[in-house]
């Protein structure tokens, strides 16, 4: 298997177990210590910085911007954003307008579960594992994946009711 680099751009959400806005920020990320113990079996080189660590509904434009900043000075062609599932099309459609011209041969994929790493029925290992695989093959861009499934994050919205992420419909 070939080494890939990933550059691992933290901003937090409830797979590293930040459950609501006022949650305080944990000083460690939970994805980051679960890619550094299967980095060497998935075949992947981390670089790691954490942009922020809140639930998604805390994350604003200057968290976004910080982002935004971040994906632009990574020398990485791969870029796995580990974000809370309430914004995620949110920051995911930002990032399209601010960056997504200049993005170049990036490929960009936000991640998120709906049960914190660590946890029994944790969604995180499974979601983490399928970006990492896109990660290798999707072409140059800015990507949600989430529920095995990788989508423009202008055509999905996370269904509050269910919870599970769906295509966006117009009206």
């Not at 981390?46 to 971040?70: E, G, H």
């Not at 423009?152 to 966006?168: C, L, Q, S, W």
């Amino acid at each position: 298997m070939k080494i890939i680099d990933i550059a691992v751009l933290e901003m937090g959400g409830t797979i590293n177990g930040i459950l609501k806005p006022d949650d305080p920020a944990p000083t460690e990320s939970r994805v980051l210590a679960h890619l550094e113990k299967w980095q060497d079996e998935l075949g992947i080189m981390l670089y790691p910085t954490i942009v922020t660590m809140k639930d998604s509904r805390a994350v604003n434009n200057v968290d976004r911007r910080a982002l935004a900043d971040a994906i632009r000075q990574t020398t990485s062609k791969r870029i796995l954003i580990p974000h809370g599932t309430f914004t995620m099309p949110e920051t995911g459609e930002f990032l399209l307008d601010i960056c997504g011209k200049d993005i170049g041969n990036k490929s960009v994929i936000l991640v998120g579960a709906m049960i914190p790493l660590g946890q029994p029925e944790s969604d995180g290992p499974d979601n983490i594992l399928f970006a990492l695989e896109q990660l290798r093959i999707a072409p140059p861009g800015i990507w949600v994946a989430m529920n095995r499934r990788l989508w423009d994050p202008r055509a999905v919205v996370k269904d509050p009711d269910t919870g599970e992420f769906k295509a966006k419909t117009w009206e």
